[in-house]
Nanobody, 129 residues
């Protein structure tokens, strides 16, 4: 199970930190990722974290502004979002997939939402100008 928290409403330039608590997972390597879906848009990858080596992959739209991290002891994935913009407004989802189901762990983000088989319920992030 994946449970997100931390969404909310901020003004342009503000910050939010999302959390994703994972439970019920075996001691395997996973890709854990953040996706977002704006109204009327397709779900897009934001950042992905490979638990096997701590590699993180970011979408170009958020590089330098968002930081994904993981607390392995708590099995919690975080997304620190700084310098938020109105175009970041979306429902943000946490997702996970065992990395051996991907062709290559380096495709944690590029393989897209269809590669992930575990999803959280989503949390709304709204950025006003």
């Amino acid at each position: 199970q994946l449970a997100e928290s931390g969404g909310g409403s901020v003004q342009t330039g503000g910050s939010l930190r999302l959390s994703c608590a994972a439970s019920g997972y075996t001691n395997r390597n996973y890709c854990m990722a953040w996706f977002r879906q704006a109204s009327g848009e397709e779900r897009e990858g934001v950042a992905a974290f490979y638990t096997g080596g701590g590699r993180v992959f970011y979408a170009d739209a958020v590089k330098g502004r968002f930081t994904a991290s993981r607390d392995s002891a708590e099995n919690t994935l975080y997304l620190q979002m700084d310098d938020l913009r109105p175009e970041d407004t979306a429902v943000y989802y946490c997702a996970a997939v065992p990395s051996n189901l991907l062709y290559d762990y380096r495709r944690c983000l590029s393989d897209g939402a269809g590669a992930y088989n575990y999803w959280g319920q989503g949390t709304q992030v709204t950025v006003s100008s």
